[in-house]
């Protein structure tokens, strides 16, 4: 089992900067990889950032990728993403998520994904 906790969500203008956290719990987490998700007002999840267990292959979906950061240190059992230049339309409540993925192609499909956290509401107003 695998508890997650998101902290450091809270509302930014655009062009701030916020970093999320993840705190996970159990002894899997090193070995589990890990992904950032979000769910905007009236559109469904979609896929951030994800980071293999190693820290070795980590993905971005193109709306993020140059301005996100993902991180994870495995002694602290925690997750992170930076994210930097915010847009309005980054406004959602981003979840982050554990899973037994071993193959960076599937790190984008939320249904790879064990163990979900409840989520920190991000606001970037413009």
């Known amino acids: 089992q695998v508890q997650l906790v998101e902290s450091g969500g809270g509302l930014v203008q655009a062009g701030g900067s916020l970093r999320l956290s993840c705190a996970a719990s159990g002894r899997t987490f090193s070995t589990y990889t890990m992904g950032w998700f979000r769910r905007a007002p009236g559109k469904e999840r979609e896929f951030v950032a994800a980071?293999?267990?190693?820290?070795?292959?980590?993905a971005y979906a193109d709306s993020v990728k140059g301005r996100f950061t993902i991180s994870r240190d495995n002694a602290k059992n925690t997750l992170y993403v930076q994210m930097n230049s915010l847009k309005p339309e980054d406004t959602a409540v981003y979840y982050c998520a554990a899973g037994p993925i071993y193959s960076t192609v599937n790190v984008y499909y939320a249904a790879r994904y064990n163990y979900w956290g409840q989520g920190t509401q991000v606001t970037v107003s413009s």
């Open positions: 980071i293999m267990w190693s820290g070795g292959g980590i």
